[in-house]
C-alpha cells in the first residue's frame, strides 16, 4: 500500500462536497519504487484506479516481484542461517527527489521451500533515509540436507571402522573396503547436484566429504599393506620376493647336490632309521614354517591394533572439530557491499 500527497490534487470541501474520489491511474503520478540490488524487479497496480483525498493525499496499492541477489553464506550447511537484504527505496540524489517511510512489516508464507523465514525487520545504512532495506532472517530446513548428505557419510565411516574386526589374513576386509570406497564415490557422484557450492564462505560440508573419502582410501590402503606383510613377512613386490625364494631354492639344491656326492657308509641300524629321519625332518621343517607364520600374523594383528587406534582417534578428534565448526564458527558476508 502506497501512499503519498500531491498538493495539485487537492481541492475546498466546501465548494465541491466529497472527502475523497476515484481517478484512473494511467492519468495520475505516481512514484516508482526500485530494488537497489535487485537482479529483476516487476511492479504492477493492483487496480485501475486510486483513490484521492481532499487534502492531496493518494492511496494506492502495487504488486510488486523481485529476485534479490545476495550472498547466500552456507558456511555452517545444511545447519545455515542467512541474512538477505532487500533494498527497496525511490529516487533521489543529493537530497533532491522522493524520501520513502515504511510502515508495519510483516511475512507471510514463512514455511515454504528449504529456508524458512524467521524475521523481517526494517533498517537504514548509516541512518540515510534514501537507503532503506528490509533485513530478512532465513534458516535453512537442515532435515532432508542432513538425511540425503551427511548421515550417509556417517554410516559410512562407522562401517569401515566396523571392518577391522575382520580377519587380517583373508580377502573379505580388503573387498568390503573397497566396496565402500567405491560406494561413497558413487554417492559424492550422485549427489554432486545437491552440494553447495563455494563463494565468499566455502561450506563445511565440501571439506567434510573430502576427509571422508581420504580416510577411506587410507584405510584400504593399510589393510593391503599388512594383509601383504602377514601372508609375506615383507613388504617388498611381489617379483623381488618370488626371486629371492628361488634361489634360496637354488641354494638348498646345490648344497643337497654337493652333500649327495659325500659317500658315507652307514650301518644296517641308520640305514633302517633314514626314511624316519627324513619324516622328522620335514615335519620339523613344517613345525618351523608355521611358526614363523604364526610371527608375523601376531606381528601384523598388532599392528592392525595400532592402526585401528590411531583411526579411531583420529575420527573421535575430527568428531568434535567438526562439531565445533559447524555450531561454534561462523563466516561473515558483507550484505550491504551494493551500496559501497
Known amino acids: 500500500m502506497l501512499s503519498w500527497e500531491d498538493p495539485d490534487l487537492s481541492w475546498d470541501t466546501s465548494v465541491y462536497h466529497h472527502d475523497m474520489v476515484v481517478l484512473p491511474v494511467s492519468k495520475i503520478w505516481t512514484p516508482e519504487l526500485h530494488v537497489t540490488n535487485g537482479v529483476q524487479t516487476t511492479i504492477k497496480h493492483s487496480n485501475k484506479d486510486l ?6 493525499t493518494i492511496e494506492h496499492m502495487v504488486i510488486m516481484n523481485t529476485v534479490v541477489g545476495c550472498e547466500v553464506n552456507l558456511y555452517n550447511n545444511p545447519f545455515a542461517s542467512n541474512f538477505c537484504p532487500i533494498a527497496i ?46 533485513w530478512v532472517s532465513l534458516k535453512m530446513r537442515s532435515e532432508n540436507p542432513f538425511m540425503s548428505l551427511v548421515l550417509p557419510s556417517i554410516l559410512i565411516i562407522v562401517a569401515d ?88 631354492k637354488d641354494t638348498d639344491n646345490e648344497e643337497e647336490s654337493k ?12 640305514e633302517e632309521n633314514t626314511p624316519f629321519q627324513e619324516v622328522v625332518k620335514f615335519l620339523n621343517k ?16 598388532k599392528v592392525d591394533l595400532i592402526c585401528f587406534c590411531i583411526y579411531l582417534t583420529v575420527l573421535i578428534i575430527y568428531s568434535f572439530i567438526i562439531l565445533c565448526f559447524s555450531f561454534g564458527s561462523r563466516c561473515e558476508i558483507d550484505q550491504l557491499d551494493f551500496w559501497s
Not at 483513490?51 to 492531496?56: E, Q, T, Y
Open 259 to 270: 652333500s649327495g656326492i659325500t659317500v658315507i657308509k652307514l650301518n644296517a641300524s641308520e
Open 51 to 56: 483513490l484521492v483525498h481532499s487534502n492531496g
Open 286 to 301: 613344517m613345525a618351523a614354517q608355521d611358526q614363523k607364520k604364526a610371527r608375523r600374523h601376531r606381528f601384523a594383528n
Open 161 to 248: 571402522v566396523v571392518s577391522f574386526a575382520l580377519p587380517l589374513g583373508g580377502a573379505e576386509r580388503i573387498s568390503f573396503k573397497v566396496t565402500l570406497v567405491l560406494s561413497f564415490i558413487m554417492f559424492l557422484i550422485i549427489l554432486n547436484d545437491l552440494l553447495p557450492g563455494g563463494g565468499q564462505c566455502s561450506p563445511i560440508i565440501r571439506k567434510h566429504f573430502c576427509f571422508c573419502l581420504v580416510i577411506l582410501v587410507l584405510s584400504t590402503l593399510q589393510s593391503m599393506v599388512l594383509t601383504r606383510l602377514a601372508k609375506c613377512g615383507t613388504l617388498r613386490p611381489c617379483s623381488l620376493s618370488k626371486s629371492k625364494d628361488l634361489l634360496l
Open 89 to 134: 527505496n525511490v529516487w533521489a540524489l543529493k537530497g533532491c527527489g522522493m524520501f520513502l517511510n515504511f510502515g508495519a512489516v510483516s511475512t507471510t508464507s514463512a514455511n515454504r521451500g528449504d529456508w524458512l523465514t524467521e524475521n523481517v525487520k526494517l533498517d537504514a545504512k548509516g541512518g540515510r533515509d534514501d537507503r532503506n532495506y528490509l
